[in-house]
T-cell receptor, first 111, second 113 residues
Framework: GDSVTQMEGPVTLSEEAFLTINCTYT??????LFWYVQYPGEGLQLLLK?????DKGSNKGFEATYRKETTSFHLEKGSVQVSDSAVYFC??????????FGTGTRLQVFP | NAGVTQTPKFQVLKTGQSMTLQCAQD?????MSWYRQDPGMGLRLIHY???????DQGEVPNGYNVSRSTTEDFPLRLLSAAPSQTSVYFC????????????FGSGTRLTVV
């Protein structure tokens, strides 16, 4: 079945450092790919998405490119802030009826 | 818009008790889902619905029942609570074609003792 694999955390960075969180997927078809963010004590919010190969999703300085050849959707940000500290989830959806999530990666950014 | 509303926010149950977690959305979304979030496991799908009167099982459905009598509501029932059901539960809704993906509720933290 479909699945998503994320790098284990926590990822600990200093403010203004470069961020990469790896995400790879397994799917039978051509899924849409998502990154969701969960701030402490809150539900999940959509950060960005891509619906087909080579699409780049971007939001709030975060970017991810849908790479079909490597089945990857890595999240990047050029300069993280303390306020980016959260848990980040990679997810896929083949038919829109449900999301399949990775295990999440906790990001901690220190001043 | 209130979005997706989950009640209660916190609940403690004794083993063997039953209860219903409520989920309501006011966005006229067709699809609704229940997930549980456990440390190191991410979010796992319990049950989902693609419309009123239609439900299906997700990855971890055992011990849970759902029904979808209206578009707005999708309650999750725990039939006989077990400590393994201690978790944070999230409800989500979506309509195909919407640009911003699934909308999640703020969660229900359930402890079974």
């Amino acid at each position: 079945g479909d699945s998503v694999t994320q790098m284990e955390g926590p990822v600990t960075l200093s403010e203004e450092a470069f961020l990469t969180i790896n995400c790879t997927y397994t799917a039978t078809g051509y899924p849409s790919l998502f990154w969701y963010v969960q701030y402490p004590g809150e539900g999940l919010q959509l950060l960005l998405k891509a619906t087909k190969a080579d699409d780049k999703g971007s939001n709030k300085g975060f970017e991810a490119t849908y790479r079909k050849e490597t089945t990857s959707f890595h999240l990047e940000k050029g300069s993280v802030q303390v306020s980016d500290s959260a848990v980040y989830f990679c997810a896929l959806s083949e038919l829109s009826d449900k999301l399949i999530f990775g295990t999440g990666t906790r990001l901690q950014v220190f001043p | 818009n209130a979005g997706v509303t989950q009640t209660p926010k916190f609940q403690v149950l004794k083993t063997g008790q039953s209860m219903t977690l409520q989920c309501a959305q006011d966005m006229n979304h067709e699809y609704m889902s229940w997930y549980r979030q456990d440390p190191g496991m991410g979010l796992r799908l319990i049950h989902y619905s693609v419309g009123a009167g239609i439900t299906d099982q997700g990855e971890v459905p055992n011990g849970y029942n759902v029904s979808r009598s209206t578009t707005e509501d999708f309650p999750l029932r725990l039939l006989s609570a077990a400590p393994s059901q201690t978790s944070v539960y999230f409800c989500a809704s979506y309509t195909p074609g919407e640009a911003y993906g699934y909308t999640f509720g703020s969660g229900t933290r359930l402890t079974v003792v």
